[in-house]
């Protein structure tokens, strides 16, 4: 029997400038996703959850909200980018060239850009990178700028939580 640990993520040390990372699953939208996301963030546009408003407005059809898709196409790259992170640090910039609709699915890559150590935080790096998200037609729904402080290894041996069974 072996015992696998938990994946925790990726530290400084494993990114290099140039590399992408292709994330899966894809996530396809549906209309609950985007009404209640609308909703509970008090975006009160007519566009994100009155179908027939949208239908009459210049996209013709409901459009998902924005922050959401930031949200899921930054969630999306957690796991192989920042989620063994201490902080995002800054989003550089946020592009929508192109609009998502309920029903379309998600998917998103990540590019490094940059790396460098931590003056101030030892024992951490910072990460440069941009989030591409697509649709299923591959056309491109999102570019997010990101840098987030990842830990190097070491940071926290000995610190994760244990549990279960010890063989």
């Known amino acids: 029997m072996t015992i696998h640990g938990p994946i925790i ?3 400084y040390e494993d990114f290099t400038a140039g590399d992408i990372i292709k994330h899966w699953p894809g996530r396809t939208i ?49 796991r192989e980018t920042s989620q063994n992170g201490v902080a995002n640090l800054g989003f550089k910039g946020i592009d929508i060239p192109h609009p ?3 029903g379309d699915t998600v998917y998103c890559e990540t590019k490094i850009l ?3 150590l931590s003056k101030s935080n030892p024992g951490t790096g ?10 299923q037609n591959n056309d491109v729904i999102m570019i997010i700028e990101r840098s987030f402080l990842a830990k190097c290894r070491g940071y926290d041996d000995g610190k994760l939580p244990q549990f279960g069974t010890q063989e």
């Open 9 to 11: 993520g990726p530290y």
């Open 30 to 78: 549906t209309e609950s996703d985007n009404t209640w996301f609308t909703l509970l963030t008090m975006n009160t546009h007519p566009v994100h959850f009155d179908a027939n408003y949208a239908s009459k407005q210049r996209f013709g059809r409901t459009l998902v909200n924005s922050l959401f898709t930031l949200a899921l196409v930054g969630g999306m790259a957690c």
């Open 100 to 102: 998502l609709y309920v």
């Open 114 to 116: 940059d790396k460098r």
């Open 126 to 135: 910072i990460v440069s990178s941009r989030h591409t998200g697509y649709n």
